[in-house]
């Protein structure tokens, strides 16, 4: 390996691998590892974060999220190892947290801060340094500064007294190529050392790391087995074991193999880490992992649609994470396909509007009594009630998305472009299919070829229910919510629904194999309230023309809409 000059390794297993168990690592375990990375050539070693009860509070978090000294002191104990680091977040540390250096285990104290706050790290740094510590920057997500930005920290660095300024790869973005354009003006800077701390959402931390240190970095991050937050990190054992294979003696790495077995396989069989979908988006796009989390967890999106939308956030360059973001992508259109077509009310076609097509089935069933069919547990465990149902009424049967085959509705309908690609071959034959105007041509052209009527609404954002002329507008992606605008549609008498048991309870649905956060609460109470919103406004509408209004006729966390299915038997 042809390297330009000296370099230096700091492992942060304790630190940064904190973030994948909330930094509840026993002290067993970190002395273990710290004895190990004495024996394996590395220069430091971060032992966790520095702050105080303020910002995490007792029994919050792990005793390694603060570190206090003397924790820190009685766990190294009289080891002869490399030196330990700490680091704070900016904003969350304060000077007070830090006693003098002499009286301090820790060498190096290391500052993380986003682009927006670097000159108060900065700030904060110097006052570190002059308490007798190394101290180092920590610059979060570097490969989104503009050519500006990356300009005014290098000035502000030229004039700083710190020892080291790190570049980030917070979403793991950098590739090989981006290292020398990235490098080489900090390199410039030959009053301080600059750092690299990949991360390995691409699986390129090992690969950017080498052409890092030959481009002449001064030091880079590592740690055990990888451990850290999603994807983790650069694998301290992989970078010893390659520059002990390329000739560098002073590297072993069997030491931290044998931590791996006896501590580190255990954490990951609790609480894994590694190569996953979001982290491996985020890491392509440049932009904060929980974006791609986020509309995962929704359960609602395919992966293409999800690495579209990541692409219009790249050209936004938010600054972290920005949750309304994510709901103004759904409501514009950008993430699934909802909202992308504002069409004209059929009947009162306008200028710069798309007319769309008549409701084949506007009054096709005037007078009936129609009968919704839902997805929820209800549906399965009140079958026979509701074939009896069927029986002695004789409703037009409408059916969303998967029915697990328990029920053949007259109708089966589809407006989520991920359900229908899951459970469009679970259709019966003869079930007319009903698929949402949204829903791409090409998409529906790929998995079908059988007809099909389109499912007539117009996705308006802030919209409350309505109906012209046989359009739908609403701003509801449940499809069965939505169906019930289309009985509405169709002329129905009287309106049922079975299977919608809301999202109240934990097991919502029977029929999805869904694999990102089934269970997410704060989620599913507010898809409760959205579609209680429009069961309301439904309601409202029909009872304003003198129509019955809902009835939902299995246990549902919609309470107001429920009248048990025995009262119909």
Known sequence: ????????????????????????????????????????????????????????????????????????????????????????????????????????????????????????????????????????????????????????????????????????????????????????????LKHLKIGFHPHNNTQMAFASTIEALAVGIDIVDSTIFGIGRGAGNLPTEILLGYLRVQGMERYNPSPVLNVIERYFLDIMRKTPWGYQLPY?????????????????????????????????????????FNPRLVDELIGQGVVGYMGAKHFCVPGEERENCIPAPHPPYQDRHAGKDILILANGPSLKEKQEEIRQFIKLHKPIVLGANNLGGLFVPDYHAFNNAKRFVSHIETVHPDSSLLLGINLPGDLIDDYLDRPYEPLVFNDILDADFDI???????????????????????????????????????????HYDERFDTHEHALNIERHRWNERFLHQIDAWLTRRQHEGLHIITPTGHSSFYTPITEYL
């Open 1 to 188: 390996m042809n390297l330009n000059k000296p370099f230096e390794i700091l492992d942060c297993s304790i630190r940064d691998g904190g973030y994948v168990n909330n930094w509840d690592f026993s002290q067993v375990l970190v002395r273990e590892s710290y004895k190990a990375l004495s024996k394996t050539g590395v220069d430091f070693v971060e032992l966790g974060f520095r702050s105080s009860e303020k910002y995490f509070p007792k029994n919050t978090t792990g005793i390694w999220r603060t570190t206090p000294e003397d924790l820190l002191r009685e766990t190294v104990g009289n080891i002869q190892g490399p030196a330990i680091a700490l680091m704070g977040d900016y904003g969350k540390i304060d000077l007070e947290d830090l006693p003098p250096a002499e009286e301090s285990v820790a060498r190096m104290i290391r500052i993380a801060a986003g682009k927006n706050d670097l000159a108060g790290a900065l700030d904060l740094c110097e006052k570190i340094k002059q308490k007798g510590y190394i101290s180092s920057l920590q610059c979060m997500g570097y490969i989104c500064f503009t050519e500006n930005e990356r300009k005014e920290l290098i000035k502000r660095l030229a004039d700083t007294d710190i020892d080291y300024a790190y570049v980030g790869d917070s979403y793991g973005s950098i590739f090989p190529f981006h290292v020398r354009p990235i490098f080489e003006p900090l390199l410039e």
């Open 468 to 510: 012209t002329n046989g359009m739908i507008s609403s701003n509801c992606r449940t499809i069965s919510v939505l169906l019930a605008g289309v009985a509405v549609v169709m002329g129905a008498r009287r309106i049922f629904i079975a299977g919608m048991d809301g999202y109240l309870n934990s097991d919502t649905t029977l």
């Open 280 to 320: 491996m988006i985020s890491g392509i796009f440049n932009v904060h992992p929980n974006y791609p989390k986020e509309l995962m967890k929704r359960q609602e999106y395919r992966m293409d649609e999800i690495w579209n939308a990541m692409s219009y956030i790249r050209k936004l360059n938010p600054t972290g």
